[in-house]
């Protein structure tokens, strides 16, 4: 069943018009007929389960079968503050961390990243990546489009999470998976969790040193984890934690 987002406003009773962007895709690329399936939600966590009732090159609307108040989020939302990466890595990162369920993807520029984006390049690349979140979105049956943010300087980023009620820090020099199993195992429902994930020469010493009180340096394991595996891996354990 094909997924589709849309604003409050474009719901009007028993009836949904679909946003302009999305009448090619319907028509030219889908090729749907009228009375065909869809789930179309609004981008808050109400999702509904319509039929194509109109199909133009103007307009699609559907209507109305069931609503969906529970829809398919966590409870926790969670941020991750991804390190910059080389080459395409954040891309692959930011589609498996919105399939995984995280609230909003923050990447973060770090001491020892490679990358460096100036403000024109940042732009074109947070487009890119918002993209890419939105179609995650949609094949993971999501009922909002996590934001991916303008890259923000580590600093900056940790200010924000010391906001967020729990925060972890995959260390690759932290050692015991029980203090880890310990720390997931005390987080509560509704509360707003952040991951912060070091680029590929991980974090630099001054960066894990006087941190805000609610962050947990954590052990991902015995092994050492590449920069887009870190966060998917701790995303997983909080969804087997968390996902009712």
């Known amino acids: 069943m094909q997924q589709f987002f849309v604003e409050q406003s474009s719901i009007n009773?028993?009836?949904i018009i679909l946003?302009?962007?999305?009448?090619n895709h319907v028509v030219n690329v889908l090729r749907m007929k009228v009375g065909e399936k869809i789930r179309v939600s609004d981008n808050k966590n109400v999702s509904y389960y319509c039929h194509?009732?109109?199909?133009?090159?103007?307009?699609?609307?559907?209507?109305?079968?069931?609503?969906?108040?529970?829809?398919?989020?966590?409870?926790?939302e969670i941020y991750l503050f991804q390190g910059l990466?080389?080459?395409d890595k954040m891309e692959l990162v930011i589609q498996k961390a919105v399939e995984l369920g995280a609230?909003?993807?923050i990447p973060t520029s770090m001491k020892n990243c490679v990358v460096k984006l100036d403000d024109k390049k940042a732009k074109n690349k947070q487009k890119r990546w918002q993209t890419i979140a939105e179609s995650a979105a949609k094949q993971a049956k999501r009922t909002i489009i996590p934001e991916v943010t303008m890259p923000m300087k580590y600093k900056d980023a940790m200010k924000f999470a010391s906001t967020l009620d729990v925060v972890?820090?995959?260390?690759?020099?932290q050692r015991g998976m029980e203090a880890t199993r310990e720390i997931i195992g005390k987080i509560k429902r509704g509360a707003k969790i952040?991951?912060?994930?070091?680029?590929?020469?991980?974090?630099?010493g001054d960066e894990i040193t006087n941190l805000p009180g609610n962050v947990s340096l954590i052990s991902l394991g015995r092994r050492i984890l590449r920069t887009e595996t870190a966060g998917l891996a701790t995303l997983s354990m909080l969804v087997f934690c968390l996902d009712d």
Do not use: C, H, Q, R
């Not at 946003?19 to 009448?23: A, L, T, V």
């Not at 109109?54 to 409870?75: N, R």
């Open 13 to 15: 009773g028993n009836k």
């Open 194 to 204: 952040g991951i912060f994930v070091g680029p590929e020469g991980g974090f630099a």
């Open 52 to 76: 194509l009732v109109e199909i133009s090159k103007e307009m699609v609307a559907a209507e109305i079968d069931e609503v969906d108040e529970v829809g398919t989020e966590l409870y926790n």
């Open 168 to 173: 972890l820090l995959p260390y690759e020099n």
């Open 85 to 87: 990466p080389k080459g």
């Open 103 to 105: 609230t909003k993807v």
């Open 19 to 23: 946003d302009e962007n999305d009448i």
